[in-house]
């Protein structure tokens, strides 16, 4: 298995800011994904974190709101842009490692936008 | 979009009992996968069941899927307050990318 921590765990923000999101895995994996998880929700893809190249958005999600950059095989960020309180959720990376198809996820990052 | 459904919603059950979550899904899968979580926090990984699997085991959980009805069934033998929590089934489809899709979760109550 694969042993993932983000930063932070939790957050509160106010309205019209950005947080970023780190998501760092202990070992090379081959995909990145970022999930949310709205209050009392199941868990919505965000986008699927492309090492060194742009994202790939699920439809409802655009670059602009939630830009992803994944630097190398390891690591990945999030950023939530101009934040208002329908952002307020759990935001969730997971990997999947080389070999397997079995997909792991990480503590989660819980964000408060007031 | 949602492609599972999980039912029930949720199950409050006495510590000892077996405790049993069906989850369905719409379309053709790879990989079945069940997760729990507890109190909002993270994904734990339960079991992974490929799509030409019928029963898979480990420790106290046993999976089913039956494709033919797109529907997979989690139970947790001689339940305990620990697995309280809520569980969540997954699916990734052939040529998806391994993204996954999540059911709605259960929610388990394991009283003393």
């Known amino acids: 298995s694969a042993v993932i921590s983000q930063k932070p765990s939790r957050d509160i923000c106010q309205r019209g800011t950005s947080l970023t999101i780190q998501c760092q895995v202990d070992s090379q994996v081959t995909m990145m994904f970022w999930y949310r998880q709205q209050p009392g929700q199941s868990l919505t893809l965000i986008a699927t974190a492309n090492q060194g190249s742009e994202a790939t958005y699920e439809s409802g999600f655009v670059i602009d709101k939630f830009p992803i950059s994944r630097p190398n095989l390891t690591f990945s960020t999030l950023t939530v842009s101009n934040m208002s309180p329908e952002d307020s959720s759990i935001y969730l990376c997971s990997v999947i490692a080389r070999g397997t198809d079995t997909q792991y996820f990480g503590p989660g990052t819980r964000l408060t936008v007031l | 979009s949602q492609q599972g459904e999980e039912d029930p919603q949720a199950l409050s059950i006495q510590e000892g009992e077996n405790a049993t979550m069906n989850c369905s899904y719409k379309?053709?899968?790879?990989?079945l996968q069940w997760y729990r979580q507890n109190s909002g926090r993270g994904l734990v990984h339960l079991i992974l069941i490929r799509s030409n699997e019928r029963e898979k085991h480990s420790g106290r959980l046993r999976v089913t899927l039956d494709t033919s009805k797109k529907s997979s069934s989690l139970l947790i033998t001689a339940s305990r307050a620990a697995d309280t929590a809520s569980y969540f089934c997954a699916t990734d489809t052939p040529g998806g990318g391994n993204k996954l899709t999540f059911g709605t979760g259960t929610q388990l109550k394991v009283e003393l």
């Open positions: 379309t053709s899968i790879n990989n």
